[in-house]
């Protein structure tokens, strides 16, 4: 079974910055899109960001100039950088790898991101 290790979650005040961290298997982190998503209370999970293997990223229009997601290939290691958190920002945060072309995908179990005075 696919295990993709989440780390950095924890509180923070807002306006402050968080880096949260997904390692996973060279074999899956080489091949797949890497992702994180996030699920707020009473609302569904949406996408906050995307890295493909070619470094291609894209971001929710609520996080651009906020957000960056890096990967470090010599850790196998996607990254999501977050800067001037808001309140809002609160919410699960979920690590994906996704195979394009077949679709498959692995999900980490999640971290919580608590943005709060």
């Known amino acids: 079974q696919v295990q993709l290790v989440e780390s950095g979650g924890g509180l923070v005040q807002p306006g402050g910055s968080m880096q949260l961290s997904c390692a996973a298997p060279e074999n899956i982190f080489s091949t797949h899109f890497m992702s994180w998503y996030r699920q707020a209370p009473g609302k569904e999970r949406v996408r906050v960001a995307t890295i493909t293997y070619y470094g291609t990223t894209l971001y929710a229009d609520d996080v651009k100039g906020r957000f960056t997601i890096s990967r470090d290939w010599d850790k196998n290691t996607a990254y999501l950088q977050m800067n001037s958190l808001e309140p809002r920002d609160t919410a699960i945060y979920y690590c994906?790898?996704?195979?394009?072309?077949?679709?498959?995908?692995?999900w980490g179990p999640g971290t919580q991101v608590t943005v709060s005075s």
């Open positions: 994906n790898a996704k195979d394009p072309p077949s679709e498959r995908d692995y």
